[in-house]
């Protein structure tokens, strides 16, 4: 099976690869923010948006980034924002450059098209990252889309590519809504027609209340979590999350039962 | 999987007359999951061992986040034995252990004598598990772990009670975190065991200074990393003139001159711990090196150069 045909099979992908890939891109795009399109030497397995890929870069634990976007068997691209040494080294590499990558890795997102009227997307800051690239592969869904994206000011701005229903907001209130993004999306979501799969990344605060959001008006919702990772395969145990399962509470591990959650499943 | 060397021998290991390994690398416990994690990713065939997370008689969810902390050359990790519990791993980890083509080690802790008896009890009725890495270092339980590391008297009763309860391999793996590890080390060896392996991590401690709080929930953690592999070395340095059981070499072993150090410190055998989340295909990347190294030195097998640093 050809990779387009499992992601149009929405069946998720099991095979993942540790290799050499080629930075073909790092762009500043946004305030602190980079676009990278890395290369990688082998064909890179098939993914769905929510996985995400270990870079390994200086240090102990390599970063976990969400694949923003896939282009063809190969070729994938990240979006970042620069906040620490291993970030600000990331920013300095020069297209050409090789770097180890290992994935695609956890479990991305699930959409069943036919269950729903309306696919909404909410994204805060970078948390937009895996959005794009299931907004992407929502293009032909049937179903109304929404994207929702917030940022704290005009100057962080990055927006999807191709068509829909962009609703942008910013807390300074300098481009779209004023307010944050989930601020905005309590407003909207009444107009709406039921039933809808929301899907949110970004900060914990932003989780929460879409989670509540959700809650409240009966939508189902998928939410993408971001831990410290010390391995992202399983390896160590150390990124947990609470859960609360059929038999009680229990521990998750953000990089491999996630970083996709049940959003009404996730204690926060 | 057949069962055949493709090294011709070089880095074949003896750590007891029945107990030969084709490769002298293995995975250290809790970095590795229960050994099956990266089958799709990486080729085991480079550990001539699998050594699989601490196994306890009931599950254990472990501690509450945070439980790992990276740190200038290491990592701090908190993670509290988490894991399935003996009789799920007796269950679920069959099929993968008795298909891996080199010895199955199972690492197994308890709170009390009785349970580490009763995990061996349950795991002796499994054909597919060749040996066993007695935890008794972990500093990150309340109960159990480190509190029988620490007591050479408390050590040697229990070592004593598991080597009456299995005639199979018995390794202990020692911390660290006390005031005389040769003293402990004898215990082992005098208990009956077939190996000990060191070091386990360090007591560590971070600060997150956003927060004003400790980085780990648990406050203190284990340090583990390059950033310990001097304290190994030095350890291993003053352990091995005093055994007559092999040792395994384990703190900090990022590449294959690391290895090469442990070695002549007096390791008998390695264990990768840190090292595979900067590099999940560490393992590999050790092997060919010590095979080159055998040949650059004109050497006809590893275990020539254990303890050279040390005549």
Known sequence: MSMSEKIRQNSLPEERKFLDAIIERNECIASETYEMVLLPEIDFPPSKPGQFVNLYLKGIFPRPFSIAGRYGEKEFKILYKVIGKNTEYLSGLQKGSRIKIAGPLGHGFEWKEKEYSGFVLVGGGIGVAPLFYLWDNLKNVEAKKYFFAGFKNSSEIVEPDGLGNILLATEDGSAGYKGTVVDLLEEEIEKFSSPLKIFACGPGGLLKKAVTIANRFNHDIEIALETVMACGMGLCQGCVVKYMAEEGEEFRLVCKDGPVFDGKKIIF | ?311
């Not at chain 2, 690492?107 to 890495?133: A, F, H, P, Q």
């Not at chain 2, 560590?204 to 709080?213: H, L």
């Not at chain 2, 395994?248 to 001159?257: A, K, L, M, S």
């Not at chain 2, 590099?279 to 080159?292: E, F, M, R, S």
Request: charged share 25%.
């Open chain 2, 1 to 311: 999987m057949e069962k055949k060397s493709f090294s011709s021998g070089l880095l074949r290991v003896k750590l007891r007359d029945d107990f030969i390994l084709e490769s002298p690398i293995m995975p250290a416990s809790g970095t590795f999951g229960y050994g099956d994690e990266l089958v799709d990713m990486i080729e085991l065939k480079y550990y001539g061992a699998i050594i699989s997370k601490t196994i306890t008689l009931q599950p254990r969810s472990g501690n509450l986040p945070e439980r790992i902390c990276e740190t200038s050359c290491g990592m701090l990790n908190s993670i509290g034995l988490a894991n399935i519990g003996v009789d799920r791993f007796v269950r679920e980890k069959e099929v993968f252990y008795s298909n891996f083509h080199g010895k199955r080690i199972v690492n197994i802790s308890g709170s009390c004598e009785g349970e580490y008896l009763e995990v061996i009890k349950r795991l002796e009725k499994c054909e597919w598990v060749d040996g066993y890495e007695i935890n008794v270092s972990c500093p990150n339980v309340d109960r159990g772990g480190i509190a029988f590391g620490t007591d050479s008297h408390v050590l040697r009763s229990l070592i004593g009670k598991i080597r009456n309860n299995t005639d199979r391999f018995l390794m202990v793996k020692l911390t660290p975190n006390v005031s005389d590890i040769c003293s402990i080390a004898v215990a082992v060896q005098e208990a009956g065991a077939d190996a000990v392996s060191m070091i386990n991590t360090l007591y560590g401690a971070a600060i997150d200074v956003e927060r004003k709080k400790p980085a780990l929930g648990r406050v203190v953690g284990g340090y583990s990393g390059p950033g310990i592999k001097p304290v190994a070395i030095a350890l291993i340095l003053k352990v091995k003139p005093e055994l007559d059981i092999p040792i395994v070499g384990i703190g900090g072993i990022c590449n294959g001159e690391d290895a090469i150090e442990f070695f002549m410190a007096g390791a008998s055998a390695i264990q990768i711990g840190t090292a595979h989340f900067s590099n999940p295909a560490v393992a590999k990347d050790i092997y060919n090196y010590l095979v080159n190294y055998c040949a650059k030195e004109g050497i006809s097998s590893i275990e020539k150069i254990v303890g050279v640093a040390l005549r």
